[in-house]
């Protein structure tokens, strides 16, 4: 089934930036899309952000387009999540999930990482 695993999470302050990956294994990450999903206490996990099989298109929820940018290095089977101008509510758990298919809509969670805490205090 393979192995996606999170890094790069921590606390930052509001209006600061942070970066997280995703390292893959197991199966062939350039056929698939990728995605961030996140989830703060007390609310649903929730798509942010999307990326295609080859990176040429991507997919953003409207709360982190402009601020946040998803990316991947299939030579490297990582997935990136630069996040910019953070605020207090992008505190939450982020997910790497990995998809069924390769575009990047409809994104179908089929795999998911352990999840790196992201804090931005205000």
């Known amino acids: 089934q393979g192995q996606l695993v999170e890094s790069g999470g921590g606390l930052v302050q509001a209006g600061g930036s942070l970066r997280i990956s995703c390292a893959a294994s197991?199966?062939?990450?350039?056929?698939?899309?990728m995605g961030w999903f996140r989830q703060a206490p007390g609310k649903e996990r929730e798509f942010a952000a999307g990326?295609?099989?080859?990176?040429?298109?991507?997919r953003y929820a409207d709360s982190v387009k402009g601020r946040f940018t998803i990316s991947r290095d299939n030579t490297q089977n990582t997935v990136f999540l630069q996040m910019n101008s953070l605020k207090s509510e992008d505190t939450a758990v982020y997910y790497c999930?990995?998809?069924?298919?390769?575009?990047?809509?409809?994104?179908?969670?089929?795999?998911w990482g352990q999840g790196t805490q992201v804090t931005v205090s205000s």
């Open positions: 197991g199966r062939t990450f350039s056929r698939y899309a």
């Open positions: 999930a990995m998809s069924r298919y390769g575009a990047v809509q409809p994104f179908t969670p089929d795999q």
């Open positions: 990326v295609s099989y080859s990176g040429a298109n991507t």
